[in-house]
């Protein structure tokens, strides 16, 4: 009787022993798997907020691209415009021509965010969609046509034939060809945009809010940058002034 107590007391203990140790293993277990858990959905996290503000970014550039090109756009529809009116009262070739020669469309853009986007390959891979990622990169080649095509020919072509300094020069330049090619290529450039935000997200009201609150940011550091170009010609003013004193002996 007492060997059958013995037994049962060490076969409890050895049970007890069993089910703390697989408790502390489940416990452990537990553990490692909130740790790495909570871990990968913090990264999780943050791949996705990385993921939205690049998109953001980019939503941005191209839509402030766009307006600068719709911009640009009609220049050459009010040259045009201007061309017809000239051709229909010869009269008026002086004040036209002037006013032809003076209305040069541009396309305005920095080519910071084109420059993130296409030599990164973290940035491209964060962005994790291959379609949007080959509509922006797209786009950014269509802008650059657009820019070289369009806004630098013409400005070439006027610097170097002077096609307004005569009435046939200024009714012969061909203002139509340029206003089709930018119609066909602003018009590629808005369905990329319309594709890629479709893509996304992004509320037109998020998108409004976004370049607000970029160009305030714009706006002071472009004053901050002035300040510091007003004062930077003040100083090589005032060195120049002391070096011609010095010059003639007036110090």
Same mark, same amino acid.
């Given at each position: 009787?007492?060997?059958?107590?013995?037994?049962?007391?060490?076969?409890?203990?050895?049970?007890?022993?069993?089910?703390?140790?697989?408790?502390?293993?489940?416990?452990?277990?537990?553990?490692?798997?909130?740790?790495?858990?909570?871990?990968?959905?913090?990264?999780?996290?943050?791949?996705?907020?990385?993921?939205?503000?690049?998109?953001?970014?980019?939503?941005?550039?191209?839509?402030?691209?766009?307006?600068?090109?719709?911009?640009?756009?009609?220049?050459?529809?009010?040259?045009?415009?201007?061309?017809?009116?000239?051709?229909?009262?010869?009269?008026?070739?002086?004040?036209?021509?002037?006013?032809?020669?003076?209305?040069?469309?541009?396309? /305005?853009?920095? @080519? &910071?965010?084109?420059?993130?986007?296409?030599?990164?390959? #973290? +940035?491209? =891979?964060?962005?994790?969609?291959?379609?949007?990622?080959?509509?922006?990169?797209?786009?950014?080649?269509?802008?650059?046509?657009?820019?070289?095509?369009?806004?630098?020919?013409?400005?070439?072509?006027?610097?170097?034939?002077?096609?307004?300094?005569?009435?046939?020069?200024?009714?012969?330049?061909?203002?139509?060809?340029?206003?089709?090619?930018?119609?066909?290529?602003?018009?590629?450039?808005?369905?990329?945009?319309?594709?890629?935000?479709?893509?996304?997200?992004?509320?037109? /009201?998020?998108? @409004? &809010?976004?370049?607000?609150?970029?160009?305030?940011?714009? #706006? +002071?550091? =472009?004053?901050?940058?002035?300040?510091?170009?007003?004062?930077?010609?003040?100083?090589?003013?005032?060195?120049?002034?002391?070096?011609?004193?010095?010059?003639?002996?007036?110090?």
């Amino acid at each position: 009787m007492k060997s059958n107590r013995n037994d049962g007391q060490q076969k409890s203990g050895m049970s007890d022993n069993m089910k703390n140790f697989l408790l502390s293993l489940l416990a452990t277990t537990i553990s490692i798997a909130l740790t790495f858990g909570t871990a990968a959905i913090i990264e999780k996290n943050k791949d996705k907020q990385d993921k939205h503000e690049i998109v953001m970014m980019l939503m941005y550039d191209m839509c402030n691209s766009l307006k600068s090109i719709e911009n640009s756009d009609s220049l050459i529809v009010q040259s045009l415009k201007l061309q017809k009116q000239m051709a229909e009262d010869t009269t008026l070739y002086a004040k036209l021509s002037f006013q032809l020669a003076f209305l040069m469309p541009k396309v /305005e853009y920095t @080519e &910071a965010t084109e420059h993130i986007f296409s030599s990164s390959i #973290e +940035t491209i =891979n964060i962005v994790d969609n291959v379609l949007f990622t080959e509509n922006v990169a797209k786009f950014y080649q269509y802008r650059r046509m657009y820019k070289t095509n369009i806004c630098d020919s013409i400005y070439n072509v006027v610097n170097r034939e002077e096609p307004f300094k005569t009435l046939k020069g200024a009714l012969d330049f061909d203002y139509f060809f340029y206003a089709a090619m930018a119609k066909s290529i602003s018009s590629d450039m808005h369905k990329l945009f319309i594709q890629c935000k479709n893509m996304t997200d992004i509320s037109d /009201e998020e998108l @409004e &809010a976004y370049r607000k609150e970029r160009e305030q940011i714009d #706006e +002071t550091t =472009n004053e901050d940058v002035a300040q510091d170009t007003i004062l930077g010609k003040i100083i090589n003013l005032q060195r120049d002034i002391m070096n011609a004193k010095e010059k003639h002996n007036l110090q």
